[in-house]
Structures are given as structure tokens and as C-alpha cells.
């Protein structure tokens, strides 16, 4: 029988969202209503999609197309395509409207329904506000660049002395020095393993970093089969798999799969997913991969495992770079706390969806919700 979605645990279910009025470190988190999804709208929505602390909630606009509509709907954003905004009206939480239109009658329709505690921006208040968006945008995006410049400067210096070890401990070990006492070969096979490990971190921070330099115009965009690639990536894992015992399920799936996406991007989310699956798994585990097409235009991938979970102070954090849960790192003593950074960063910039469920000691899992492509 296919795999569900969600976890059938006992106790709560705990999910990896940002919680009311906090993000993930623990700040406050503003609330945003959008009026207002053509053009302008699109361009503040991007942008504040990339703004620590911010949620956008609500997306109003009379066009269902709208660019920035497709864009909501993409990130689980609350769209209205009727004319009213009756939501605005008990919800509390909203700190700021922002009307792009610079209409007059919606204006004073916004004032008449919105709450009173909630903010209305428009006019030149919002040409104001695109503006300075756009320059936090170009600020951010000059930091990235630096940061990756810096990145690939010190990752060559650090990769060299490491892969010159690397060379020498394999010397010892393939004998060519003659024979060793075994507790010296356990120690040099510690060497070994955590070269390996600081060299697979290096890659990734370097990923990570390139990542960040590249917006979605930047990417490659090609129309692929979801199925194709989630077998590749399973394949990339398969040794890893293999050697604690795991088996990597992929259950079947029929229909229709073609997303767009970059494919080589595509790649590394899903397999950074199944690696973490097959990291975080107990000896003789199981990870469970589903596909299911919702009646919403969308592919829904969901990736299961049954290993060590998260604990539910931990969830909001998994998806910070660096981070790593206690649990964690007593599992995996090697790992970088960039994988799961990695695939955030590569989901955000298709615009895709990422979160996770977890139970401490009963698994994981990580779903990815990705607008189905048409047939050509």
C-alpha cells in the first residue's frame, strides 16, 4: 500500500513552520497582507519572500492569473480573487497592508474592512516601500556574491593540505609503507574518515554559497520527469544505503510527473533529502519515497524515514545552515548542518514548498510540493 504523507504517530505531530508571531530564531515575525498581484505586486511579493521575519499571509487581487496569484499559491500564501477582504477583518495578527494599485476606491474599502490594529500602506507609501526592497534585494544580493568569492578563495587553500592527507593516509593504508599494528590503522582510519568528511562539508558550503549568487532568471530551466530524477538521486545514495542495511523505497507512481525546474538544482534537493533520510535512519531502516498528485495542479514528494526524529525545540532550526540537533550529532558525528540549508536554499529559489513533520525517536518527513508542468 502506498505510503501516506503524514506521520501516523500517537502523539502530536510536530511541523517545521514558522510559529505564530516568531520565526525560526525565536524573533518577532511581522504579518503582511498584499493588495494587489500584477507586476508591482510580483516584485514586492519576491522580496519579502526573502526577508527574515516576515510572513506574508494574504494575497487580494480581482485576476486569478496574476503573476503574483501563481506566486502565492506556490508558497501556501492565502489568495482571494473575489473582491472582498473579509479576512482582513478578525485577523489581529496582520501588521501591515500594502495596496499596490494606488486605487482610491480599493483604498477606502481596505480602511472600512481591515482591523484596527493593522497598518495601510499604499500610494506612495508602497513606491517607498518597492524601493527599499529593492534595495535591501541588491545589498543582499552584493554580500552573497562577496561571501561566495571568499568562499571558493578559502575552501582551494583548505581542499589542498586536506586532499594531500587524504593521499598519504591512503599510502599507509593500501601497505605501500609496509605493515601496521592494527590500533594504528584504526587511528589512521579516523584520519581517513574525517578527511572525507571535512572534504564533502568544503563542497557543500561551496554549493551553498553559489547558490545564493543566482536568482531564478539565472537557472536553467528545462521541463524534466520528477520520477527520472528521484531515481538518480536514490541511486547517488545506494552505496550509503547499502552499507548500514537500509533499504530506499520508491513507491510506484503512473501519472503524470513533468515539473520545470533547473535539473541539476533538482538533483541535489532531492538528493540531499534522501541522504538525510538515510543518515538520521536506524541499522536495517526504512526511507519511503511517495509521489501523489493532488487535485491542485501540483506534485506533492514526500520522503519518510523511521530513524532518530527531531525533537520539537529543534524543528524550527533544521533548515538554518550550521545548525545540527543534539540528536544529531550524537547520530552523525561527521556531518556539516548544510544539507538541509541546501535544499531550503535550491526550494526557495524555484519557488517550490519544503517542510517537515517529526517525532523524536519515531522518524521524519520532508515534503516537496512542486507545480506539475504540462505535456508538451
Do not use: W
Request: proline content about 5%; overall charge negative.
Amino acid at each position: 500500500m502506498p505510503a501516506s504523507n503524514s506521520l501516523p504517530l500517537s502523539d502530536p505531530t510536530i511541523i517545521a513552520a514558522v510559529e505564530q508571531g516568531l520565526d525560526s530564531m525565536g524573533r518577532d515575525t511581522y504579518i503582511v497582507a498584499l493588495v494587489g498581484a500584477g507586476d508591482q505586486g510580483l516584485a514586492i511579493l519576491r522580496a519579502l519572500l526573502g526577508v527574515p521575519g516576515v510572513e506574508v499571509r494574504y494575497v487580494f487581487d480581482s485576476d486569478p492569473a496574476a503573476p503574483g496569484v501563481t506566486l502565492a499559491h506556490d508558497n501556501g500564501i492565502r489568495c482571494r480573487t473575489d473582491g472582498r477582504f473579509d479576512d482582513l477583518t478578525g485577523d489581529a495578527e496582520v501588521d501591515l497592508v500594502l495596496e499596490t494599485g494606488d486605487d482610491a476606491g480599493v483604498l477606502a474599502l481596505l480602511e472600512a474592512s481591515k482591523h484596527p490594529h493593522s497598518c495601510l500602506i499604499g500610494g506612495a507609501g508602497t513606491r517607498f516601500v518597492t524601493h527599499l526592497l529593492a534595495e535591501i534585494a541588491e545589498v543582499g544580493e552584493r554580500a552573497n556574491v562577496e561571501k561566495a568569492r571568499y568562499l571558493r578563495q578559502a575552501s582551494h587553500q583548505v581542499k589542498s593540505p586536506l586532499s594531500s592527507i587524504q593521499t598519504y593516509v591512503n599510502v599507509i593504508l593500501g601497505g605501500y609503507t609496509g605493515e601496521i599494528p592494527e590500533r594504528t590503522r584504526d587511528i589512521v582510519e579516523k584520519i581517513h574518515s574525517r578527511c572525507e568528511a571535512a572534504l564533502a562539508a568544503l563542497a557543500k558550503r561551496r554549493m551553498l554559497a553559489d547558490l545564493r549568487c543566482i536568482d531564478r532568471d539565472g537557472l536553467e530551466m528545462s521541463t524534466v520527469h520528477l520520477g527520472e530524477v528521484i531515481d538518480e538521486a536514490v541511486a547517488r545514495c545506494a552505496g550509503a544505503a547499502a552499507g548500514r542495511d537500509i533499504e530506499v523505497r520508491v513507491v510506484p507512481y503512473d501519472a503524470p510527473d513533468l515539473v520545470r525546474c533547473g535539473r541539476p538544482q533538482m538533483l541535489a534537493l532531492l538528493s540531499e533529502l534522501v541522504e538525510n533520510a538515510v543518515i538520521y535512519s536506524f541499522d536495517g531502516g526504512l526511507v519511503e519515497i511517495t509521489l501523489t498528485s493532488p487535485s491542485d495542479g501540483r506534485l506533492t514528494l514526500a520522503i519518510r524515514d523511521h530513524g532518530i526524529g527531531i525533537p520539537e525545540r529543534c524543528l524550527p532550526r533544521i533548515f538554518d545552515e550550521d545548525y545540527r540537533a543534539d540528536p544529531a550529532v550524537k547520530h552523525h558525528q561527521d556531518g556539516a548542518g548544510l544539507g538541509l540549508a541546501i535544499a531550503r536554499e535550491i526550494a526557495e529559489l524555484h519557488h517550490f514548498g519544503l517542510t517537515a513533520e517529526s517525532q523524536e525517536g519515531h522518524g521524519s518527513v520532508f515534503t516537496v510540493t512542486v507545480p506539475a508542468a504540462p505535456a508538451a
